[in-house]
T-cell receptor, first 114, second 111 residues
Framework: DVKVTQSSRYLVKRTGEKVFLECVQDMDHENMFWYRQDPGLGLRLIYFSYDVKMKEKGDIPEGYSVSREKKERFSLILESASTNQTSMYLC?????????????FGSGTRLTVV | DAKTTQPTSMDCAEGRAANLPCNHSTISGNEYVYWYRQIHSQGPQYIIHGLKNNETNEMASLIITEDRKSSTLILPHATLRDTAVYYCIVSHTGTASKLTFGTGTRLQVTL
């Protein structure tokens, strides 16, 4: 089975902390994505990557950055966490090109910023 | 990508067919219709997709109208485990394409 593993299921951080959310996939997928999910707003794309060291902004990149040093790992970074970044964060991966039916999602990380 | 409109919520009795509608009146010729669902506390899961023709797999059927301006996802015999949020997404394929989720339809299957 394709697996997308997110390092933490629940995370509590303080305002101003630097936060790293890690995502690892084991199927040699080129494309990886970070979404956040909030009640009433659905899933919103933060950043995505089509290859190692490549990154593209999604719909809501402000306050976030990403790192893709290895093909299997895609990290989401909150440089200075704020309370409005309290959310469920979901990582996904898929093969190119345009393989929109083959997205595999992780189980999510519920981040609370206090 | 074309915008989609789905009802906020629907109920269905267990064992009956669940028919989930989706409007996508601005769909263009090279855009596909995708359906995903998200069961509580899990990431979204792919169900089915199509371009023009009706499609069926082990999970569901997808009926696309001839003018392609709307579609219906059919779960033929809904079970309690089908309770989830269902997302209809319209998008072209290609290297730069990506899934953009709306708020979906919350399907509640009841006894």
């Amino acid at each position: 089975d394709v697996k997308v593993t997110q390092s933490s299921r629940y995370l509590v951080k303080r305002t101003g902390e630097k936060v790293f959310l890690e995502c690892v996939q084991d199927m040699d997928h080129e494309n990886m994505f970070w979404y956040r999910q909030d009640p009433g707003l659905g899933l919103r794309l933060i950043y995505f990557s089509y290859d190692v060291k490549m990154k593209e902004k999604g719909d809501i990149p402000e306050g976030y950055s990403v790192s893709r040093e290895k093909k299997e790992r895609f990290s989401l970074i909150l440089e200075s966490a704020s309370t409005n970044q309290t959310s469920m964060y979901l990582c996904a991966s898929t093969r190119p090109p345009g393989d929109l039916w083959g997205y595999t999602f992780g189980s999510g990380t519920r981040l609370t910023v206090v | 990508d074309a915008k989609t409109t789905q009802p906020t919520s629907m109920d269905c009795a267990e064992g009956r067919a669940a028919n989930l509608p989706c409007n996508h009146s601005t769909i263009s010729g090279n855009e596909y219709v995708y359906w995903y669902r998200q069961i509580h506390s899990q990431g979204p899961q792919y169900i089915i997709h199509g371009l023009k023709n009706n499609e069926t797999n082990e999970m569901a059927s997808l009926i696309i109208t001839e003018d392609r301006k709307s579609s219906t996802l059919i779960l033929p015999h809904a079970t309690l485990r089908d309770t989830a949020v269902y997302y209809c997404i319209v998008s072209h394929t290609g290297t730069a394409s990506k899934l953009t989720f709306g708020t979906g339809t919350r399907l509640q299957v009841t006894l």
